[in-house]
């Protein structure tokens, strides 16, 4: 990528007191701060970047070494090393020399720090580029102003300032002071992607040391003097009110410092309430927490069962609902099909469970309050932590943690709440960590969903019509509790699918939420990649075709221009994913095994995977993973990899086994014997293949899920002639 085709930043030196005043650095040195511009902001969606401007900096001491903040938040996918190196690779750093510093909840200064939607990259690796190019064309300049030349005669290079006439060198540190006199470039030059040294390579995180020895803080591991611990309790049943509460029990034992009811806060990721006991150490918290003796008014969702809600939605999108959007005559094609092909298709409850449950430290006092959080949000925090406090959003400051684990629940901070509830009734600095059992019970939940589509095929297979309804509890409910059915931006993945089908029509069926339903990762692709990817294959069944070619001739029978990136990309993923499966030879495969393969096209990224499972009986072994991907430049090879891995983990896990159980409107899970995520020695051979081109770069996060549910599926399919359509494959007896 060039800079004739870069979108310009507008980049400024920042104040050096005012920045060293901040951050507490030594002075002296370049500081740099980025700002993307109005007509970059306009164009980014809700969670990248709002009307602010978002500054990225940029240190470099005297004696050279580089600080670079990272505004996104570390939850082990490797944004962190990703973001930095391409600032690096631009600034042409000695990576050696590099050191990374996770930012402070400041939307002021880092523009949107929610990280999520595998946005991160897609909107921050432009400016991150630039800020490295300005300050690299600054140092240039520094140096070319020592040595009396123009600075088209110099040249950077590993941390240092090269002359090209005779090869003197001056290191960065040295130039630092000079370079920070220097006019900020309005347009910097980027690389080349011939020219990167960092970017698309295998860089190691820059904090593997540290994990691997268990040296990084994480939102559990803080401490400070004067710290009081607390456990906490909810209704278990969502809309619940505290009936009577008796804690007398508790506070006879030795350590305990109070028990303390929880109100519920009416915002958006406040609590739900409950009631904490707070103790001078996480033990007596939670013992003390079991002798509280509590009586719930369960209220209106205490019948919620989701054996019979998910029966309700079938029955739901099995009959006429809410018409969405419709092209063509849907009615006619199905008049005249040779053949009419129907599935339903559901999928239950999901929780994030991530390693580390929801934990934070908070230190309200009468004119400040503190927090280190767990978090993907930070500016989340300010504003709920404003509105409970009645303080500015800028009082708090939020210390961002390394998050073990988070797949969306941390963007919701509802425990952070609870702390500063918590500090503030014992005025002390609180930490707070749900327990495992309260995390499952009590959390934010996937989509229950249910799936029907119906369609006509003529004589020579092809689609000629597509029905396609839908019933899933809308995320749209945590904001709006009378939102009962998934909004028209939900529903519009199906219109806008790059299958080519001329009569098409989506329905919108009933879907009250009883519970809280909040962001999973990859969200609602995790079940239109399977009932897409699934149906297709089916399809191809009918038709007497093989998957891979009918995906293509839906692909090829779309003549839409707008859709034609679309499905170039589909197709060149499906086709390597093919490839290197060895489609081709899969009738030679040995009995009982079979090859599923599935594209999906989510977060701007496209994905597709093909799966080798062998199946004996109900024992289904996943022997072996192929994907193939599109996220146009990576950033680092082996990052990218990972999040692909880690995709075939989480979605081994909920195709085959996990989903979580309401009945009598509570959860019946309890943790992990009842939500049995995949184990270390399940996991399959997997090889991921990128597509290489110029296209920007795009997310990974998310996309990997959306490919292998169906994949799966119809790789088992393939082996023993069983057809999956729900999701898990099996379910637990709980």
């Given at each position: 990528?060039?800079?004739?085709?870069?979108?310009?930043?507008?980049?400024?030196?920042?104040?050096?007191?005012?920045?060293?005043?901040?951050?507490?650095?030594?002075?002296?040195?370049?500081?740099?701060?980025?700002?993307?511009?109005?007509?970059?902001?306009?164009?980014?969606?809700?969670?990248?970047?709002?009307?602010?401007?978002?500054?990225?900096?940029?240190?470099?001491?005297?004696?050279?070494?580089?600080?670079?903040?990272?505004?996104?938040?570390?939850?082990?996918?490797?944004?962190?090393?990703?973001?930095?190196?391409?600032?690096?690779?631009?600034?042409?750093?000695?990576?050696?020399?590099?050191?990374?510093?996770?930012?402070?909840?400041?939307?002021?200064?880092?523009?949107?720090?929610?990280?999520?939607?595998?946005?991160?990259?897609?909107?921050?690796?432009?400016?991150?580029?630039?800020?490295?190019?300005?300050?690299?064309?600054?140092?240039?300049?520094?140096?070319?102003?020592?040595?009396?030349?123009?600075?088209?005669?110099?040249?950077?290079?590993?941390?240092?300032?090269?002359?090209?006439?005779?090869?003197?060198?001056?290191?960065?540190?040295?130039?630092?002071?000079?370079?920070?006199?220097?006019?900020?470039?309005?347009?910097?030059?980027?690389?080349?992607?011939?020219?990167?040294?960092?970017?698309?390579?295998?860089?190691?995180?820059?904090?593997?040391?540290?994990?691997?020895?268990?040296?990084?803080?994480?939102?559990?591991?803080?401490?400070?003097?004067?710290?009081?611990?607390?456990?906490?309790?909810?209704?278990?049943?969502?809309?619940?009110?505290?009936?009577?509460?008796?804690?007398?029990?508790?506070?006879?034992?030795?350590?305990?410092?109070?028990?303390?009811?929880?109100?519920?806060?009416d915002v958006p990721f406040g609590s739900i309430g409950g009631v904490a006991v707070v103790a001078d150490n996480t033990w007596t918290a939670q013992q003390a927490l079991k002798q509280v003796k509590i009586e719930w008014d369960l209220g209106p969702n205490q019948s919620y069962d989701t054996k019979a809600y998910k029966a309700m939605l079938v029955k739901n999108v099995e009959n006429p609902a809410e018409v969405v959007t419709e092209r063509g005559d849907v009615q006619q094609a199905?008049?005249?099909?040779?053949?009419?092909?129907?599935?339903?298709?559901?999928?239950?409850?999901?929780?994030?469970?991530?390693?580390?449950?929801?934990?934070?430290?908070?230190?309200?006092?009468?004119?400040?309050?503190?927090?280190?959080?767990?978090?993907?949000?930070?500016?989340?925090?300010?504003?709920?932590?404003?509105?409970?406090?009645?303080?500015?959003?800028?009082?708090?400051?939020?210390?961002?943690?390394?998050?073990?684990?988070?797949?969306?629940?941390?963007?919701?901070?509802?425990?952070?709440?609870?702390?500063?509830?918590?500090?503030?009734?014992?005025?002390?600095?609180?930490?707070?960590?749900?327990?495992?059992?309260?995390?499952?019970?009590?959390?934010?939940?996937?989509?229950?969903?249910?799936?029907?589509?119906?369609?006509?095929?003529?004589?020579?297979?092809?689609?000629?019509?597509?029905?396609?309804?839908?019933?899933?509890?809308?995320?749209?409910?945590?904001?709006?509790?009378?939102?009962?059915?998934?909004?028209?931006?939900?529903?519009?993945?199906?219109?806008?699918?790059?299958?080519?089908?001329?009569?098409?029509?989506?329905?919108?069926?009933?879907?009250?939420?009883?519970?809280?339903?909040?962001?999973?990762?990859?969200?609602?692709?995790?079940?239109?990649?399977?009932?897409?990817?699934?149906?297709?294959?089916?399809?191809?069944?009918?038709?007497?075709?093989?998957?891979?070619?009918?995906?293509?001739?839906?692909?090829?029978?779309?003549?839409?221009?707008?859709?034609?990136?679309?499905?170039?990309?589909?197709?060149?993923?499906?086709?390597?994913?093919?490839?290197?499966?060895?489609?081709?030879?899969?009738?030679?495969?040995?009995?009982?095994?079979?090859?599923?393969?599935?594209?999906?096209?989510?977060?701007?990224?496209?994905?597709?995977?093909?799966?080798?499972?062998?199946?004996?009986?109900?024992?289904?072994?996943?022997?072996?993973?192929?994907?193939?991907?599109?996220?146009?430049?990576?950033?680092?090879?082996?990052?990218?990899?990972?999040?692909?891995?880690?995709?075939?983990?989480?979605?081994?896990?909920?195709s085959l086994r996990t989903e979580i159980v309401f009945k009598n409107g509570a959860v019946v899970n309890s943790n992990f014997h009842q939500y049995p995520v995949l184990r270390i020695n399940e996991m399959p051979l997997v090889k991921v293949y990128f597509v290489e081109n110029d296209e920007k770069a795009t997310g990974l996060g998310e996309p990997g899920l959306g490919p292998f549910a169906p994949a799966l599926s119809n790789a088992v399919f393939a082996a023993s002639g069983k057809?999956?359509?729900?999701?898990?494959?099996?379910?637990?007896?709980?």
């Amino acid at each position: 990528m060039t800079s004739s085709n870069t979108v310009s930043n507008t980049i400024t030196n920042e104040s050096r007191r005012q920045f060293l005043k901040n951050s507490g650095l030594a002075s002296g040195g370049l500081i740099l701060g980025i700002s993307l511009p109005q007509h970059v902001m306009a164009k980014l969606t809700v969670g990248d970047v709002g009307n602010f401007n978002p500054n990225a900096f940029i240190h470099i001491a005297q004696n050279g070494d580089t600080l670079i903040y990272c505004g996104r938040c570390e939850m082990g996918q490797g944004i962190s090393t990703a973001l930095p190196a391409a600032v690096a690779d631009e600034l042409e750093a000695d990576w050696t020399r590099v050191v990374i510093k996770q930012a402070d909840g400041n939307e002021d200064k880092y523009g949107s720090q929610a990280t999520g939607g595998s946005a991160s990259i897609r909107t921050m690796l432009e400016p991150m580029r630039e800020a490295g190019a300005a300050a690299k064309e600054m140092l240039i300049a520094a140096a070319a102003k020592v040595w009396q030349v123009p600075a088209t005669q110099c040249l950077a290079d590993n941390h240092f300032v090269v002359n090209k006439n005779n090869q003197q060198k001056l290191a960065y540190g040295e130039l630092a002071s000079l370079a920070a006199m220097e006019k900020v470039p309005a347009k910097p030059k980027l690389k080349t992607k011939a020219e990167y040294k960092y970017i698309g390579k295998g860089l190691a995180r820059h904090n593997l040391g540290d994990i691997v020895q268990g040296q990084l803080t994480y939102g559990v591991d803080t401490k400070m003097p004067g710290l009081k611990y607390a456990a906490i309790t909810h209704c278990p049943v969502l809309g619940g009110k505290l009936k009577s509460l008796d804690k007398t029990a508790a506070l006879t034992m030795p350590g305990v410092v109070d028990v303390i009811e929880i109100p519920r806060f009416d915002v958006p990721f406040g609590s739900i309430g409950g009631v904490a006991v707070v103790a001078d150490n996480t033990w007596t918290a939670q013992q003390a927490l079991k002798q509280v003796k509590i009586e719930w008014d369960l209220g209106p969702n205490q019948s919620y069962d989701t054996k019979a809600y998910k029966a309700m939605l079938v029955k739901n999108v099995e009959n006429p609902a809410e018409v969405v959007t419709e092209r063509g005559d849907v009615q006619q094609a199905f008049a005249d099909a040779a053949h009419v092909v129907k599935a339903t298709y559901t999928g239950g409850h999901l929780s994030h469970s991530p390693m580390e449950p929801n934990a934070s430290v908070v230190w309200v006092q009468k004119d400040s309050c503190e927090v280190w959080a767990a978090t993907q949000s930070p500016g989340d925090i300010q504003k709920v932590l404003a509105q409970y406090l009645k303080r500015d959003p800028k009082d708090i400051l939020v210390h961002v943690t390394m998050a073990g684990g988070a797949f969306g629940r941390k963007f919701k901070c509802d425990y952070v709440h609870e702390a500063a509830v918590l500090s503030q009734k014992v005025n002390a600095p609180v930490q707070l960590i749900w327990s495992r059992e309260e995390d499952m019970r009590t959390g934010y939940y996937h989509s229950i969903n249910a799936q029907h589509i119906e369609a006509s095929l003529d004589k020579a297979g092809n689609v000629t019509g597509w029905m396609h309804r839908i019933a899933f509890p809308p995320i749209a409910s945590l904001f709006d509790p009378s939102q009962g059915k998934a909004t028209k931006g939900d529903v519009a993945e199906i219109a806008n699918h790059p299958f080519g089908i001329v009569n098409l029509r989506s329905e919108n069926g009933d879907a009250p939420a009883h519970t809280r339903i909040g962001w999973y990762r990859a969200v609602y692709a995790i079940f239109y990649g399977f009932a897409y990817g699934t149906f297709a294959d089916e399809l191809a069944q009918q038709a007497k075709q093989d998957t891979f070619s009918f995906l293509n001739k839906l692909y090829d029978s779309n003549k839409d221009p707008k859709d034609a990136e679309k499905v170039k990309r589909s197709k060149a993923v499906l086709a390597l994913a093919a490839q290197q499966a060895n489609w081709a030879k899969r009738a030679a495969l040995p009995k009982n095994q079979g090859l599923g393969i599935a594209v999906h096209y989510s977060f701007n990224t496209y994905v597709a995977m093909a799966v080798l499972v062998e199946v004996k009986g109900d024992d289904i072994k996943v022997l072996e993973v192929n994907a193939a991907v599109d996220c146009g430049q990576v950033l680092n090879i082996d990052g990218a990899t990972a999040q692909m891995e880690g995709a075939v983990v989480m979605g081994m896990s909920y195709s085959l086994r996990t989903e979580i159980v309401f009945k009598n409107g509570a959860v019946v899970n309890s943790n992990f014997h009842q939500y049995p995520v995949l184990r270390i020695n399940e996991m399959p051979l997997v090889k991921v293949y990128f597509v290489e081109n110029d296209e920007k770069a795009t997310g990974l996060g998310e996309p990997g899920l959306g490919p292998f549910a169906p994949a799966l599926s119809n790789a088992v399919f393939a082996a023993s002639g069983k057809r999956y359509r729900d999701l898990p494959f099996t379910s637990m007896a709980i």
